[in-house]
């Protein structure tokens, strides 16, 4: 900034040289600084004051923002999740794969070991015998599955196999035309491996080939929550209940929406496989004796119970069924509020304490 120094002359100024006496100001030009002026920089100032002051009150505040979103966003105080397993861990893939084996297995003969080694590479090694395809796996199911080692499972396939019947009779008196299809059910065991390929999906293999093996034991069912099996008797307002139920759901004769609970969803069977039903005998939840009963009680009121039936099919034959439904009482008659998909176990501690429990119904109820 330049300085000029100039005399401002005063009221009654003397003439030049009159005295020593002289009043200079300083002009200190165009008040600008490097090209603000004065109150733009003054403006400037307070900006930056402000500004400074909003950082101070807002830094702690975004701080805090930033510490409390990293674990969101970078997962830095959170545990990571572990990867999800594949379902089951391979055990329905390895179900699947035995059931082929075994299928493959049971119709191979003389030179069929190339169709075996796709299963269990050293079946290329094999003897086989016979005539391929002399005996044919109609129906496989697995019936036991258990892991024994990681990625590996031991599947016990159930195979109903038809054949030729075996020798009764010395071969003297055996004749060709005595031999029959016969079919058998006959349950192998297949070790199976499993672990991902390359392109991610999981793989398998046999360990070994198929053993056969005992059918799986049976157990003792467990006790239930009826009562005993009793006749189902026609004033009993449950059995009209059950009977009229029954037959709109697998007759299609009447509207199936009546006989249902409010808030109960059911479908009839489509198309109808039968066209008539009998209700035989009923076994009541709670129930002891065989008291009769005409009346339904207060409404709201729920019970168990397991229907036994015969459902004439087109070709007049009567087949058995059984049905664990939960009736509902409303408005003096029972509705159907659930099919339930299996009958209700009785309590542990009843069975526990020797309580009395029966045993499920018989598959095929007597006929009337």
Known sequence: MKLTLNRRPAQNDPAPGAGPEEDWEIDEGPRDVAGWSTGAQANTTTVIRWTAWGLLVLGPLLGALAYLSVPAQAGLAQKPLPPAAPAASGAQGAAGFAQLFVAAYVSAGEDDQDELAAYYPDATGLRLEGESGQRRPEQLTVVRLRQTAPKIWSVTVAARITGPAPDTKPDSAQRPDDKQDVPVLRYFQVPVATAPTAGGASGYTALAMPAEVAAPERITAPGLVY????????????????????????????????????????????PAPYTGIALDTLAIE??????????????????RLLAAARATGHDKVRLPLTYALTLKARAGRWEIAGLDGAPAPAPVSATRTGAPTSAAPSAAPATR
Do not use: C, I, S
């Open 227 to 270: 009562g005993p099996m009793r006749p189902a008797l026609p004033a009993d307002p449950r059995t009209q209940a059950v009977t009229e139920f029954l037959t709109a759901y697998l007759t299609g004769a009447g509207e199936l929406d009546r006989y249902l609970a409010p808030g109960t969803r059911l479908v009839p069977v489509r």
């Open 286 to 303: 709670g129930e002891k004796g065989g008291e009769p009963v005409t009346t339904v009680p207060a409404d709201g009121t729920t019970l």
